[in-house]
């Protein structure tokens, strides 16, 4: 599968953002998503994952301001983040896995290319 992330952008803090992941191919409904981030001089992390039925996986950091979504009819995943705060600034990935336990673990089988977020004071 192939990703294509989008949505990225300059908001002010407290502000919203939507990403959106949109896959090619016919096995989309088949991988666990996930979304991961990295900030300058930073690992890489993961925000948020959701398997193919729906079920949702957050990082400890998201503490209810962001929401995953997908909708495996039109291979989309799609990421809500609201209250955003200046350490929210990061490029962030979307990524196919095979399992919930492989994508926690970073074991990735695709990944789409990074959209930046940055957020501003």
């Known amino acids: 599968v192939q990703l294509q992330a989008s949505g990225g952008g300059l908001v002010q803090a407290g502000g919203s953002l939507t990403l959106s992941c949109t896959a090619s191919g016919r096995t989309f409904s088949t991988y666990y998503m996930g979304w991961f981030r990295q900030a300058p001089g930073k690992e890489r992390e993961l925000v948020a994952g959701?398997?193919?039925?729906?079920?949702?996986y957050y990082g400890n950091f998201v503490k209810g301001r962001f929401t995953i979504s997908r909708d495996n009819a039109k291979n989309t995943v799609h990421l809500q983040m609201n209250s955003l705060k200046l350490e929210d600034t990061a490029v962030y990935y979307c990524?196919?896995?095979?399992?919930?336990?492989?994508?926690?673990?970073?074991?990735?089988?695709?990944w789409g290319q990074g959209t930046l977020v940055t957020v501003s004071s």
């Open positions: 990524a196919a896995g095979s399992s919930r336990a492989l994508v926690l673990a970073g074991q990735i089988d695709n």
């Open positions: 959701i398997s193919s039925g729906g079920i949702p």
